[in-house]
Every structure is written in structure tokens, then in C-alpha cells.
């Protein structure tokens, strides 16, 4: 069983900097795609980024496209997702996401398998 723990989040003022981790634990580590969600209230759970099991592919959400950029470190067995230049519309839950697979990390919230309990980002203007 995949167990996924998310750490980083924060109140930060609009422009700054976050970067959120996700510890994976319970699997192997580098079969799994992974992937960034959020969720504000009142709203579905939206896509954020994803990478593949190898790091060698990232795929970004319009949003965050230029500004969030998503990594892993296989010795650590722990995801990234650093946040620049945010802004009060990215305000939400967070949660990081895991699939068995070596194929292409998904884009949508079915693709995955396992989830974190999320960490709460708040941006203020």
C-alpha cells in the first residue's frame, strides 16, 4: 500500500515563493507516476502537474504553467512541486496523487490510485 504525506504548505503574500514535498512510502518508488491536484472550496478537485515514473516527463496544468514546476528525487522517495509568483486564485488544498505505472503520468483526478490528506496553501493580496 502507497502511503503519500504532503508537507510545505503555508500562508504566503501574492508573489511569493512555496514548495511543497510529498513523501512516498509502501511501494516502489520509481514504478509510480505522480501527480499535483488542488482543491478550493465550493470547486472540483482540479489538475496541477504530473511527472512520470523516470522525471523525464512533466505536464502542467495552464495555471501554473510557467510559475510551478514539478520534480522528484528517487533516493528521497519524495515529489516536489515549487510554486513562484503565486497568487490568491491559487489558494487551495493541495493533495499529491501516485499510479502504478511506467506509461504517462495522468491528467485527471481517476488516474490515481493513491492520495495524501493534502496541506493547505492560502495566498493573500
Known amino acids: 500500500q502507497v502511503q503519500l504525506v504532503e508537507s510545505g504548505g503555508g500562508l504566503v503574500q501574492a508573489g511569493g515563493s512555496l514548495r511543497l514535498s510529498c513523501a512516498t512510502s509502501?511501494?516502489?518508488?520509481?514504478?509510480?507516476?505522480m501527480g499535483w491536484f488542488r482543491q478550493a472550496p465550493g470547486k472540483e478537485r482540479e489538475f496541477v502537474a504530473a511527472i512520470n515514473w523516470s522525471g523525464g516527463n512533466t505536464f502542467y496544468a495552464a495555471s501554473g504553467k510557467g510559475r510551478f514546476t514539478i520534480s522528484r528525487d528517487t533516493p528521497k522517495n519524495t515529489m516536489y512541486l515549487q510554486m513562484n509568483s503565486l497568487k490568491p486564485e491559487d489558494t487551495a488544498v493541495y493533495y499529491c496523487?501516485?499510479?502504478?505505472?511506467?506509461?504517462?503520468?495522468?491528467?485527471?483526478?481517476?488516474?490515481?490510485?493513491?492520495w495524501g490528506q493534502g496541506t493547505q496553501v492560502t495566498v493573500s493580496s
Open positions: 496523487a501516485a499510479q502504478r505505472t511506467t506509461l504517462a503520468a495522468g491528467v485527471t483526478a481517476r488516474d490515481y490510485e493513491y
Open positions: 509502501g511501494g516502489t518508488f520509481n514504478s509510480l507516476a
